[in-house]
């Protein structure tokens, strides 16, 4: 038997993949790093299972796409019939592999079907993440029912796997499945990568916590809807497999391929993939049109006057906002065609003069004096049936005529070239008449019926509006977090997290969103004093805060606030300003809290001279005093200064002597790993803001 082997190599990990007699090649190894002159025939051959009673007389491979055709007893990883709907049953060679330092493309072929595979491969050596993809080509037009990316290999040493649920304001909800015979299947099929189910998926090892133990870690890079089958055979073995949605290549196709499956691995417990990613999204995905210039305060109008707009009054409100220490002015929903509710007017991109009758100059003019800059909303990918664009052109919409309309939109087709060059035109007059370097774009409602094309279809136009207008910033929002991944990061700048502005819920969602997203890509706004989403009152302290974790804003009306509020507000700004130079770059790491109350991280800054760390308190604890708060991250010979940043907002609660209520401490880093920080007692809804320097 002739075996050939292949091995990518970051610091963090090592993935082995073989290929025996020109078969399908496998993943025999992915996990720490492997000595570098280790025998990979001998890898190859110790990955080789027993037989035993009851079983085929060869195990079928787990290979990148485990064929059906080779009595795989699990789910193919391609599913394909030809243009008649016959089901057809590649038998895939290996024909050849391209090789780099850190890239590997496997090139397999079925000659008698005309039909080639190709799996792509490659490894960054900085940020340690994998990237994954696959694509099919055909002689003949075929239908793609099923093409998963390189199907990775799911760990023995694992109990449970992580997945993200969620709903509109409410995103970033963690669900833990164990392991069992049989298939954990999610797929979203709503058009877009979904509130419901973001592409991710987490294995830990038996014991693994966010800073200790090994763990896996997966994201799946498409805006279209996706699918994800986490498996277990009957011999033990484990699968993984991510795809778009089944079935969305909906009419015959000569080529079709997968999106980027971003994967790595981590022997420093969750947090070790988070950073990853972190890093990977921040560095690699996302372009940015100047990576230097600081990321600006924003502030967004949409919660201070919806539908109602007025110049003067938007003037005054900007002025206020300015004030506070907002850079940026966001004109949200309400600027265009007859945009009175949310029942009229998308798709009428033109200034509506009743509201602007001198246009938008007077009010982007008033901002620019207050040295902000100014951004604008657009939901270009939806129309109203009241609107002139839907009258002159009724056949632009998606789907049949007596469809179930969300929000009273309707999707605008955009698999037809006309819809996205009257959208690029539009978009692009608004852009060009107008000094604005920031677009929020919105996507309100589900599709019709889950189409890869439409996708394709969206790429499309935003890569044609980002290469008319390079230093024009696009935020990523769909009813908040319904589309992030990184298949549209690699195309935005910003995500809208949630549409809650409730700070209490925006402490979790961050929390673990920062699994898979860094704070420079993240919008986190200081909502209104009485939340409009929850009917909560919170305090401005937790709401700025909680804001200052992330890219920072602000979303309510900013002449609602007292004298005082407004001071903590500003200072809460101040603090964000002066740091987020390193803030912006940190590595977020989730703290494991001892108690169940306390949502904490830690950012830590790249060379490790400083950190920032936030205690948020969710509930009521289960114990009179709170318990030591373990660090991470931290060089244990090194003394670090740890200094309470908010202790104006000391409580009639703490009454005792704890240290940090005094002024700095300067503490080992082992002492505030192992045993940890004693911080004051704090009601519900609070949070702490600690600064760590090292000395």
């Known amino acids: 038997m002739t075996t050939d082997h292949w091995r990518l190599d970051s610091f963090t990990q090592t993935l082995v993949l073989a290929s025996a007699d020109a078969r399908l090649p496998e993943v025999v190894y992915w996990g720490a790093p492997l000595p570098k002159g280790c025998d990979l025939e001998t890898i190859a051959r110790a990955h080789a299972m027993d037989r035993t009673g009851g079983m085929l007389d060869a195990n079928p491979p787990l290979s990148i796409c485990p064929e059906a055709d080779r009595s795989f007893p699990g789910q193919p990883g391609l599913a394909l019939r030809d243009a008649d709907?016959?089901?057809?049953?590649?038998?895939?060679?290996?024909?050849?592999?391209?090789t780099d330092r850190d890239r590997l493309d496997l090139h397999c072929a079925d000659e008698d079907l005309g039909l080639t595979y190709t799996a792509r491969l490659a490894i960054d050596p900085d940020t340690h993440v994998l990237t994954l993809s696959a694509e099919i080509e055909s002689e003949t037009p075929i239908i793609v029912d099923w093409l998963a990316a390189p199907v990775l290999p799911g760990p023995q040493l694992s109990d449970e796997m992580i997945d993200m649920a969620g709903r509109w304001i409410g995103e970033f909800r963690p669900q833990r499945t164990p392991w069992s015979s049989g298939i954990r299947l999610r797929e979203s099929r709503t058009g877009r990568?979904?509130?419901?189910?973001?592409?991710?998926?987490i294995v830990p090892g038996r014991g693994a916590t966010n800073t200790t133990g090994e763990a896996w870690a997966l994201h799946y890079g498409w805006s279209g809807g996706h699918r994800m089958l986490a498996e277990e055979l009957p011999d033990g073995r484990r699968q993984i497999q991510f795809g778009h949605a089944t079935a969305t290549e909906l009419a015959p196709v000569t080529r079709a391929a997968t999106g980027p499956l971003l994967a790595t691995f981590s022997g420093a417990g969750l947090n070790g993939c988070a950073i990853a990613f972190q890093r990977h999204i921040r560095d690699r995905i996302v372009r940015w049109p100047d990576p230097d210039r600081p990321r600006p305060v924003h502030y967004n109008c949409w919660e201070a006057i919806y539908f109602d707009h007025d110049v003067e009054t938007l003037k005054q409100i900007a002025t206020r906002a300015g004030a506070l220490g907002a850079e940026r002015f966001v004109l949200d929903d309400g600027w265009f065609g007859r945009r009175d509710d949310d029942t009229t007017s998308l798709g009428d991109w033109w200034i509506d003069d009743r509201k602007y009758p001198k246009g938008l100059g007077p009010l982007i003019d008033h901002v620019h004096d207050l040295n902000m800059t100014f951004g604008i909303w657009f939901e270009p990918e939806m129309i109203n049936a009241d609107s002139d664009t839907f009258r002159a052109h009724p056949d632009w919409a998606m789907g049949p005529t007596d469809q179930i309309e969300g929000r009273q939109q309707l999707v605008l087709d955009l698999t037809n070239e006309a819809v996205r060059d009257y959208l690029f035109d539009r978009i692009g007059a608004v852009l060009r008449d107008h000094a604005i370097d920031?677009?929020?774009?919105?996507?309100?409602?589900?599709?019709?019926?889950?189409?890869?094309?439409?996708?394709?279809?969206?790429?499309?136009?935003?890569?044609r509006l980002r290469a008319a207008h390079p230093q024009v910033e696009i935020e990523s929002c769909a009813s908040g977090g319904g589309r992030i991944d990184a298949g549209i990061l690699s195309r935005t700048h910003r995500v809208w997290l949630s549409d809650s502005n409730d700070a209490a819920e925006r402490l979790r969602m961050q929390h673990e969103a920062a699994l898979f997203l860094p704070a420079a890509i993240t919008g986190s706004h200081v909502g209104p004093r009485h939340c409009h989403t929850s009917g909560r009152v919170h305090d401005i302290r937790l709401r700025a805060w909680v804001a200052a974790?992330?890219?920072?804003?602000?979303?309510?009306d900013p002449r609602e606030l007292s004298e005082e509020e407004a001071q903590v507000l500003t200072r809460a700004t101040a603090w964000w300003k002066s740091n987020r130079d390193w803030t912006m770059r940190a590595d977020i790491h989730r703290l494991d809290s001892a108690d169940s109350q306390v949502i904490a991280e830690q950012q830590m800054a790249r060379d490790g001279a400083r950190f920032a760390l936030f205690a948020g308190y969710g509930g009521t604890s289960s114990q009179i005093l709170p318990r030591p708060l373990r660090l991470t991250g931290l060089d244990p010979n090194a003394t670090y200064r740890v200094e309470l940043v908010n202790a104006e907002d000391l409580g009639v609660l703490s009454r005792g002597p704890a240290a940090l209520k005094h002024g700095p401490v300067d503490l080992p880093g082992a002492y505030l790993m192992g045993h940890g920080l004693h911080l004051p007692c704090a009601f519900p809804d609070t949070i702490w803001v600690l600064e760590g320097t090292r000395l």
Request: no cysteine.
């Open 549 to 556: 974790q992330r890219h920072m804003g602000f979303e309510m």
């Open 85 to 98: 709907g016959r089901v057809l049953r590649p038998r895939l060679r290996l024909a050849r592999a391209e």
């Open 193 to 201: 990568s979904g509130h419901e189910h973001f592409p991710g998926l």
């Open 438 to 463: 920031y677009i929020k774009w919105d996507h309100n409602r589900l599709l019709p019926y889950a189409d890869a094309a439409q996708t394709r279809g969206i790429y499309a136009l935003l890569d």
